[in-house]
């Protein structure tokens, strides 16, 4: 019974891992989506992400998921590695729960503010390569966002337990 | 010793309560803006919210917000009532952490969407009596939306306790 318990952390931790590749990649896909979605011309006007705040702002998100994915997989590895969590005691359950809950927040809201603006481009100009890629973009930001809350699910069970009321 | 352990408990089941009161009323705002907003004319044309799916939208997930919210509102009158709570075991935790989790990313979404297509709307005509008020309830909606944010992370640290492994 008590050689039981740590193969259920460590089935949860690759479960962790796993959704955090997963994000990491779809976070990947969608940057470079939205990015290469500037060399479109139309009307003889260059448009790019950078000519919209909003898709300014999606980008954002994406970039910022994106470095709290590979510092989160670096934390795996070295955990791997070395056998110790990097933050010891509560602290590393705390961050993974704060971390994973403001990241999820973050990248929602950038999938949404991305649709939102995209589907009212779309209406106006109906097939466009442009906005083709910042909704294949937007998609691609809200698949890492379900991978990301599905990570925030598992680091608010896991969050270090105080003596019930 | 015992004694102090119900107060702590009270002490967060009023925080949360008002969490949801204050996030009622945001959204209540929130959406009679939006609903108001349709009355602008320009240029002979009525603008009005369901014109946009973005603001439909939007305007769905306040109004899911609010529903979430008055069902907790009548849960909380009901335990104060009755001395009971309404789902009772574990259901009761379960259902304030998912109910929390999935009405804060709904609201900071449709929030987001709102404010991704009111600051490019704004930028092709600067002012507009139409987008000031969908701006204004976009950001009611960012507040109901942080409230939530405050109170899913109440019932996060409040889960049901697993042995640690």
Same mark, same amino acid.
Request: no cysteine; aromatic share 14%.
């Given at each position: 019974?008590?050689?039981?318990? $740590?193969?259920?952390?460590?089935?949860?931790?690759?479960?962790?891992? %796993? =959704?955090?590749?997963?994000?990491?990649?779809?976070?990947?896909?969608? %940057?470079? %989506?939205?990015?290469?979605? @500037?060399? !479109? &011309?139309?009307? *003889?006007?260059?448009? @790019? #992400?950078? &000519?919209?705040?909003?898709?300014?702002?999606?980008?954002?998100?994406?970039?910022?998921?994106?470095?709290?994915?590979?510092?989160?997989?670096?934390?795996?590895?070295?955990?791997?590695?070395?056998?110790?969590?990097?933050?010891?005691? &509560?602290?590393?359950?705390? #961050?993974?729960?704060?971390?994973?809950?403001?990241?999820?927040?973050?990248?929602?809201? *950038?999938?949404?503010? *991305?649709?939102?603006?995209?589907?009212?481009?779309?209406?106006? +100009? $109906?097939? !466009?390569? #442009?906005? &083709?890629?910042?909704?294949?973009?937007?998609?691609?930001?809200?698949?890492?966002?379900?991978?990301? +809350?599905? +990570?925030?699910?598992?680091?608010?069970?896991? =969050? $270090?337990? @105080? $003596? !019930?009321?």
């Amino acid at each position: 019974m008590v050689d039981s318990s $740590p193969s259920s952390s460590t089935v949860s931790r690759t479960a962790l891992l %796993l =959704l955090r590749v997963l994000t990491f990649v779809f976070l990947l896909i969608a %940057l470079i %989506l939205i990015a290469v979605a @500037k060399t !479109n &011309d139309e009307t *003889g006007d260059k448009i @790019k #992400f950078s &000519d919209f705040y909003t898709y300014r702002y999606t980008i954002s998100t994406i970039i910022i998921g994106f470095v709290y994915n590979l510092l989160q997989m670096a934390f795996s590895i070295f955990t791997v590695v070395s056998g110790n969590r990097v933050l010891s005691g &509560d602290g590393g359950y705390l #961050f993974d729960f704060f971390g994973d809950k403001i990241i999820s927040y973050l990248l929602i809201s *950038g999938s949404a503010a *991305g649709f939102g603006l995209t589907v009212e481009l779309r209406r106006g +100009a $109906p097939s !466009n390569s #442009f906005t &083709d890629k910042a909704h294949a973009s937007a998609s691609l930001l809200l698949i890492g966002f379900l991978f990301t +809350a599905i +990570a925030s699910t598992f680091t608010s069970f896991a =969050l $270090p337990k @105080k $003596p !019930n009321n």
